[in-house]
């Protein structure tokens, strides 16, 4: 073997080394981020209403519109953060999220009011996103063809945050009170911030001048026959979860549960987190034999089925085993689509695209809960998970048409159709 194959040899086994490195180090700490994040889950409807003494369907209406605006912030800021990634660098969006949200989530433990707790999480949703942003680090690093793999590892981390979280969060909240766990929740961030910081290393070529993204780029990949179905399908699929999110605490509360809501919801959520970490991990693998279009049809229509459940649960038991099999097929729809939306553009648009499905994931997510929180107002609690169900179904008919044929890039092994 003469020396020019054995450089490139070498060369090609750092390569490999590299993105790998990267990916464990980003899922090691988005692990750490998405526990922190998960703490205050289980508790903020809870929280709100120890803020305004209010009744349950005006807790679920204020848990509705604090989430709703950080959702509505996100979606109005990705896709600046997106052209700001193409720009200077995927990492340092990872680290603004992670850091940025830290320092919100920390304030938001000194909130006197609703009205203070609400302006706070606007300032989180201008700030944070670090899913799409970690997303976006990893589909840059990543070789192509190995791409649905590193996203369901990754969300099998994202999941096992949203597993332990919400358990870890609602026993911190009842034994340590509510504002104790947010400064938790932003030591735990800024953790996970400095992790990246230290260990992940990203090789970046800024654009030529005539090369550089403009937000009219982002308007036109955004309305492209390649993205926007799958942004109208990542928006809707968002919305279905965060309908029902703020319900889950005051539905458990008014089950007449003798014993503490928040560690009952912190349940609920990890068992719900359990459950779509296995199944993501599956999907994950299951992306180079079955094509991702499938997998996402599938998930979306089992999903919508496995939402009726709840309606009729009866006890705080049953409505704990009804909400954790929700999840058997959410990890199918998050990895199909995240790894989609990285094989749907060239590899100089990762950042634009990422940040235009973090836009889209937070538009759902602002409409979700708002949805959710004037429903429950009008048409009590339990028929909001019907009308969630619907939703997914719905989807998953209309995906089978929206989306396109065969993402740019996508290997043949993935190939949709």
Known sequence: MNKANKNFIVGAGVILESWRKNLYVIAVAEFVVILGFSFVTPFMPLFIQELGDFTSQKAVFWAGIATGVAGIAMFL???????VADRWG?????????????????????????????????????????????SAVVAAMTPRDKIP??????????????????????LLADAFGFRTTFFITGALLF????????????????????????????????????MLPLLMVICALTIGPQMVAPIIP???????????????????????????????FTSGRLGRRITLKKILIFSCLGTGLLYLPPIWAQTVTQLL??????????????????????????LSQQGIAYGLSASASSLGSGLGPLLGGSLASFIGLRPVFGVAGGLFILVGILARKLLAKRPLGTPTSVEMK
């Open 77 to 83: 800021s990705a896709p600046v953060w997106g052209i």
């Open 250 to 280: 005051l539905f458990i509360s008014d089950l007449s549960y003798e014993g503490s809501a928040a560690t009952a919801s912190g349940l609920a959520f990890a068992l719900l987190g359990v459950i779509a970490a296995i199944s993501s």
């Open 90 to 134: 995927r990492k340092p969006m990872l680290l603004r999220a992670q850091f940025g949200s830290a320092i919100v989530l920390t304030l938001a433990g000194l909130s006197p009011n609703v009205y203070y707790f609400i302006g706070l999480r606007f300032t989180q949703g201008l700030l944070s996103g670090t899913v799409p942003a970690a």
């Open 321 to 346: 085993i009804f909400v954790g099999i929700t999840g058997l097929l959410t990890g199918g729809i998050i990895t199909s689509s995240n790894a989609l939306v990285g094989l749907s553009v060239p």
């Open 191 to 226: 953790i996970g911030g400095l992790i990246v910081l230290l260990f992940v290393k990203e090789t970046f070529e800024r654009p030529a001048a005539g090369q550089v993204t403009a937000m009219g780029d982002v308007l036109r990949l955004a309305i492209s026959k390649e």
């Open 149 to 170: 793999f590193a996203m369901g590892l990754l969300m099998v981390t994202v999941y096992a945050g949203t597993t332990l979280g919400p358990l870890l969060g609602g």
